[in-house]
């Protein structure tokens, strides 16, 4: 594919070049579905999120509030993370507002079997440039990754994300993508730390988490560090760096897609949750997957 290197053949296909020009009006797509489920990317290159003329002042990292990465905007349309007067807040609500309702549309039509289950995350923007960051190993998102939450056990819940790289200078956002999720799993499962009720109860009666850590949660973070830990396989797995050209957008299931990101600057990100029984094929999921490798159920209450 042109707009890969790919090291490792296995990942070549892991991203999927799409035509979209639009953000509403694309036809329901058994494609879109069977590409994204299997854990791959769906990439727009044409599919601009458009900053109007009087928003281009709010492409600076100048209206991050000192100690915040990201602004926000919550489900209740609340907005976390800025700096600056009443005018700037409102306008940047605005524009973060417009991406959110841009990204819905574009799930939905293609998607229809998810209407009505999609539950709405905060929108992020993020002015930060990525290059500039630094961290811990573990909150290190330039290693490859799949998305896991310390303090919010999901019990499998899928983390659907939209991503427009709106930056004004033309420097492309630059990811590599890794394996597939099984692939990936069947490496480090037999790695993991057993999981333990009682701690997961203790986790939560110290408010580490805020509800009770599930086996399905314990693997996923199990998975995530493991990853992030291991230098010799950052390196040696299959993967293709992609560079998500500026003015573009790109959709995957970030807690099965293995990526990071390696360069960029100014981002809008959407995060849609989906119940992992709403997929059109539920033996997809990580859950499944992970419930296969383990050989037993890693939630209380499988999905229906
Ligand atoms: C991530 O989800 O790991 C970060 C993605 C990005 O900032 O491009
Ligand atoms: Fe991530």
Known sequence: MACCFVRGLSVESQIVEMEAVHWHGVQANAAWAAALEAGK???FPHLGFQVLPQEARLIDPGILSPNSRNISLDANGALHGAS???????ALGTMIGRFRAQSQELIAAPL?????HLRLAPTSYRPMRVESRRQSWRADDRRLHVDAFPSRPNDGERILRVFANVNPAGVARVWRVGEPFETVARRFVPRFTRYSKWQAGALRA?????????????????????????????????QATVPFAAGSAWVCFSDQT???????????EQ?????????YDPQSSPLAILSRLAGRPLVARQPG
Not at 211 to 237: N, P, T, V
């Open 206 to 238: 110290l408010h580490v988490t805020k509800s009770l850590r599930s086996e399905y949660d314990h693997m996923m973070l199990q998975l995530h560090d493991a990853m992030k830990s291991d230098l010799d396989y950052q390196k040696s797995a299959g």
């Open 84 to 90: 600056g007067d009443l005018a700037t807040v409102q």
């Open 41 to 43: 990317v769906l990439y």
């Open 112 to 116: 229809p079997h998810y209407n009505g």
């Open 258 to 268: 293995s990526h990071a990101v390696m360069s960029g600057q100014y981002m809008l």
């Open 271 to 279: 995060t849609l949750f989906l119940a992992p029984q709403h997929l």
